[in-house]
């Protein structure tokens, strides 16, 4: 498990996995597994690892468990998008300092109540901080795993996922949803040991991958309908289908795309930032009032 409260644990966990790369050979690769499961040896490390065992380049699997990473709840400052240090003192610069310093990814996360683990979400909160890094994360490639347990049970979990790998830019070169509750389990089924195998070479291939079940933006396969159009609730890209299934796009395309366009989001929010400044008298004028309505319950 890797946990990181100050400085110094910082410091000493980059030295340890440059250290790791060095005594590899400079060709060595940082596959960054991101293991989203609190349970040791669970299924989700597991297969994370039986992955790796089966990528044929030089490399070394780094691994950190998410929920074991101190993740504050954004203070809703607006400082990240003013390029202001965040006011929370946690290990949310410690993850995204690992991300931009592997060469691949693989995400997994346990299925819990129809959705990932709520790390994710604790974790997609504080997403503003995505921004200043994306220079560095965008175009990685990486694998995106859900372990589910019961069928037809899976929920939003593969959308999460896929929302933290887009806005981070990464490519996503496979997005699979794997059965298995018991602990390792995972690799008592010889299928998934050949998926592991297909996912190793996916995540080292030059080959784009695309999602023909879903989105035709960004292959998220949850949409939200209106009228006679699909609406990706992921990329919000609009499309319909023809009378043999097709999909035809309606709109030019979705909020993702290259760095620059994905910061075209950053400098909105510095905008509505000074629009909120420039009405800030009449802004208070109308809140006031509801200041002291209602009693507030503390445990």
Aim: proline share 4%.
């Amino acid at each position: 498990m890797v946990t990181v409260h100050n400085k110094f644990s910082i410091i000493k966990n980059i030295v340890m996995i440059k250290s790791k790369i060095r005594t590899q050979g400079t060709n060595s690769k940082l596959i960054l597994g991101l293991i989203g499961s609190p349970r040791q040896l669970g299924n989700c490390e597991i297969f994370v690892k039986e992955i790796s065992r089966h990528i044929d380049i030089d490399h070394t699997l780094c691994l950190i468990r998410l929920p074991s990473l101190k993740i504050l709840p954004c203070k809703a400052c607006y400082g990240c998008i003013m390029d202001k240090p965040c006011p929370n003192k946690d290990d949310m610069e410690f993850l995204l300092h690992q991300i931009t310093q592997s060469d691949a990814m693989i995400v997994a996360s346990p299925v819990y109540f129809l959705g990932s683990h709520s790390i994710f979400k604790s974790i997609l909160d504080r997403g503003f901080l995505f921004y200043h890094f994306l220079q560095k994360t965008y175009g990685k490639p990486c694998i995106l795993v859900n372990m589910y347990g019961i069928k037809e049970r899976i929920g939003v979990a593969p959308q999460t996922l896929r929302s933290f790998a887009s806005f981070l830019g990464l490519n996503i070169k496979g997005s699979v949803n794997v059965k298995a509750a018991l602990p390792g389990e995972v690799i008592m089924d010889t299928k998934n040991v050949e998926r592991a195998r297909k996912l190793a070479e996916a995540l080292s291939s030059s080959k784009t991958t695309k999602n023909v079940y879903g989105c035709p933006f960004c292959g998220c396969e949850i949409v939200r309908m209106e009228k006679k159009r699909f609406i990706c609730t992921l990329c919000h890209g609009s499309f319909s289908t023809d009378h043999k299934g097709n999909k035809v796009k309606i709109s030019e395309g979705g909020i993702f795309g290259n760095p620059e366009h994905m910061l075209l989001h950053k400098e909105w929010l510095r905008g509505m930032k000074k629009r909120f400044l420039e009405k800030r008298k009449e802004i208070l004028k109308t809140i006031i009032p509801y200041r002291d309505m209602g009693e507030w319950i503390e445990p």
